[in-house]
């Protein structure tokens, strides 16, 4: 591993390139914080991508390009006269600092050893303490942004919630949650009214997610790890099919099931 100097040396050089491409390349030099944001998301991907895997070589370059996203970010912003990257590392210091009164006194010194509360009190307060950030979000749920993925936003919400102690007092209290919300879905469903079954699915799957969340479950790794499994499925279904000359649309479903149970059976 690399000593701290040869780290603060590595990120100046970046920090060069970063100025030299500004400088120098006509693409870079066209970039914006809009035009960024798409790409940013991508990569913020590909990074979670590497990470479910478990490739660290690969985690290892995604965090490479993503390091590259924010130095970018802050150099507009100093371009701008609004922001440099010694502002954004000196907000989320303070922020650390002020969130972690168990690791460090207000002036930054650390807290003696021993001092410190339990995991589970820290997570317990988490919120709370947040709350009383200058500057910081007006409301709990606030800092939780729309455009989020709709799994993770769920997540986030429930964690939030927790860290100001509104959550379930065992796992397994959640379950009567679920299948009440299961049982109003399918009552919605009879119904006929979408507007309504939208609803009621959405209930479900927070419902879910709570669940996933309370035994300690990624519920984006596990429907991730799901997906992959249907598509390795259903190409072995495609591969005994299409690729013999026989159309799906020409099998019944007992037919292509059966084609599924074998692929199944394969360990697929």
Not at 57 to 75: N, P, Q, R, S, W
Not at 258 to 267: T, V
């Amino acid at each position: 591993m690399h000593t701290k100097q040869e780290k603060m040396e590595a990120f100046g050089r970046l920090l060069d390139i970063m100025d030299a491409l500004r400088e120098r390349c006509p693409w870079n030099a066209e970039q914006t914080f809009e035009s960024l944001r798409p790409m940013t998301e991508e990569e913020v991907y590909e990074l979670a991508d590497a990470v479910l895997k478990g490739d660290e070589k690969d985690v290892c370059k995604e965090i490479g390009d993503l390091l590259y996203h924010m130095v970018f970010y802050a150099k507009i912003g100093e371009e701008k006269g609004s922001f440099d990257i010694a502002d954004c590392i000196g907000k989320i210091c303070g922020k650390m600092v002020f969130r972690h009164p168990h690791v460090f006194r207000p002036d930054g010194s650390l807290v003696p050893e021993g001092e410190a509360p339990s995991a589970k009190e820290i997570a317990d307060t988490w919120e709370l303490v947040k709350a009383k950030e200058k500057d910081g979000n007006k409301t709990v749920m606030s800092g939780i942004p729309d455009a989020m993925p709709a799994v993770l936003k769920a997540l986030s919400m429930q964690e939030k919630a927790r860290g100001c102690g509104f959550d379930w007092e065992k796992p397994e209290d959640v379950w009567d949650k679920v299948e009440e919300e299961l049982g109003e879905a399918r009552e919605a469903c009879g119904e006929k009214d979408m507007a309504h079954m939208q609803e009621e699915f959405g209930d479900l799957m927070f419902a879910v997610i709570n669940a996933t969340r309370l035994y300690g479950i990624d519920p984006e790794a596990a429907l991730s790890g799901t997906c992959s499994k249907f598509r390795r499925r259903f190409t072995y279904l495609e591969e005994n099919t299409l690729k013999k000359g026989i159309k799906l649309t020409d099998l019944t479903l007992a037919q292509m099931d059966a084609i599924w149970d074998e692929g199944k059976a394969k360990g697929l």
